[in-house]
C-alpha cells in the first residue's frame, strides 16, 4: 500500500497545513517578483548582480581542482581543515592584529559567510532576544529573527547609511543580545571610519552586547576609505567582537560557499556545535581551492571598482541623492522625490527600458531607494546609467 509521503507527495491543501509558523512568516516576494521580471526580459541590462565580474584566479581553481584528483572529497573536520584555519590565522593577524587563538579565541570555516551569520544568530538568540542590525540590510539579516526565535531590531541610517553609536544606542533595550555591522555595506557601499568602529566597540562593551562585524567585502575597500592602506574593521580596537569574512565575493567563487568567522572561543565553540548538526563541514574542495587566495593581488580589480564607483557618482550628480559609496560594488540611488515614485515603481520603469536594479523596498523597511550593482561590464554600466539618469531628468 502507498501512503501520502511515498506515492510523491501530500495533496497541497494537506501540505500548506504543515508548514510551519516560521515558515509562513518569511515572505520571499519583493526579490523573487524582481528575479520573475528578469526572467522575461530580452537582452536586458543587468545591474542587479551581487556578485564580481571576473573569474576564479587560476591558483585557486587548480588547487580545488588538486583536491578532488587528490580524493580530497570527504567530509573535513567540522572547523574546517588546520592548514586553512592557520592560513586565516596568520592573515587576521598582519590585517587585524589577532595573533593566532590565543587563550580565548577561536575560529571556524563555514559553509559560506551566510553559514556564518546563520549558525552565529542560532548561538546567540532565544525568544524575546534582540539583535540590532542596520536598515537598509543584507535580506538575510532581517529574517535571522524568524528563523532563530529571536527579534530583529532596525537602525535607520538614512540619509547617508552610516551605522554610528549614537544611531545604535537608541536601539539596545536590556533584551539585546547583539549589534550586527556591516561595513563595506551592501546595499550602500557605506564603509564606517575607525573612529566610528571604535566607538562601535566602546558602546556594545559598555552595553555588554556583542558586536558581529559582517566584512564580507572587507577587500574591497576604496582609496577615500581605506586607513593605513586597509578597510577599517572594529577587530581592531576589540578581540571581543565576532568577525565574519569570506571568499565568494572576493575571490567570485560565491558557489564554492566559503567563509569564516572568529571571535570569543565561548560563542565560536557554540557555532562549532550548530555546524556540526546542519552543514556538518565547509565544502572540502572549496577549502582546499581557498587556501591560496591569501596570495593573489586584488588591487587591479579593487582600482576598476574604484573607477566604475566614479562613473556611478558622475551619472547621477545633479540629479538625485546619493550617499557616495566607498567599497563593495553597490549604490543605493533615491528615487528623486519630485516623480513621486516608489522605489519598486521606479525600477519597473527602469525594467521598461531593459534596466535591471533592485527597489530599495528589498533591503529596507522604506520604498525610496533602488540598488545598482556596478560589478559588470563598464560598457553595460554606461549604458545602463544613461538611462537611469534619462529617467530620472525625464521621469
Ligand atoms: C553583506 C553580506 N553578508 C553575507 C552575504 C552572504 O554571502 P555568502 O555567499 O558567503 O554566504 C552576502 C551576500 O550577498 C552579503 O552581501
Known sequence: MTTAHTSGGLPGQ?????????????????????????AKMKDPINLSIGQPDFPV???MKDAAKAAIDADRNAYTVTQG?????????????????????????SLIITSGTSGSLVLAAMALLDPGDEIVIPDPYFVMYAQLGKMTG??????????????????????????????????????????LSGAEQRDLVDLCARKGVL??????????????????????????????????????????????????????????????????????CAPSMAQWGVLPSFGVDLA????????????????????????????????????????????????ERAIDR?????????????????????ATKPSVLAEGLGILRDLMVTG
Not at 581543515?81 to 579565541?105: N, Q, S, T, Y
Not at 552610516?162 to 557605506?190: H, Q
Not at 569570506?246 to 575571490?251: L, V
Request: proline share 6%; aromatic share 10%.
Open 14 to 38: 494537506l501540505s500548506h497545513s504543515l508548514v510551519s509558523q516560521r515558515a509562513r512568516s518569511i515572505d520571499a516576494s519583493g526579490i523573487r517578483k524582481v528575479f520573475d521580471l528578469a
Open 57 to 59: 584566479p587560476q591558483s
Open 81 to 105: 581543515i588546520p592548514e586553512l584555519i592557520d592560513a586565516c590565522w596568520k592573515h587576521l593577524a598582519k590585517d587585524v592584529g589577532w595573533d593566532g587563538p590565543g587563550d580565548h579565541r
Open 150 to 191: 529571536g527579534t530583529v531590531v532596525c537602525c535607520d541610517t538614512y540619509p547617508d547609511f552610516r551605522m554610528t553609536a549614537e544611531r545604535v544606542e537608541r536601539c539596545i533595550t536590556p533584551r539585546t543580545k547583539a549589534v550586527l555591522a556591516c561595513s563595506p555595506s551592501n546595499p550602500c557601499g557605506t564603509v
Open 211 to 280: 558586536l558581529i562585524s559582517d566584512e564580507i567585502y572587507d577587500e574591497f575597500c576604496f582609496s577615500d576609505a581605506r586607513e593605513d592602506g586597509r578597510c577599517p574593521s572594529p577587530a581592531r580596537y576589540s578581540d571581543q567582537c565576532l568577525l565574519i569574512r569570506g571568499f565568494g565575493k572576493t575571490y567570485g567563487c560565491t558557489g564554492w560557499r566559503m567563509g569564516y568567522v572568529a571571535g570569543p572561543r565561548a560563542i565560536v565553540q557554540e557555532i562549532a556545535k550548530f555546524q556540526q548538526y546542519t552543514y556538518v
Open 300 to 347: 587591479p580589480m579593487v582600482t576598476e571598482y574604484e573607477r566604475r564607483r566614479q562613473m556611478v557618482v558622475d551619472a547621477f550628480a545633479g540629479v538625485t541623492e546619493l550617499a557616495r559609496p566607498s567599497g563593495a560594488f553597490y549604490a543605493f540611488v533615491k528615487v528623486p522625490e519630485r516623480l513621486g515614485l516608489t522605489g519598486h515603481q521606479f525600477v
Open 354 to 374: 531593459r534596466v535591471l536594479a533592485i527597489p530599495g523596498g528589498v533591503f529596507s523597511r522604506r520604498d525610496t531607494h533602488f540598488r545598482l550593482s556596478f
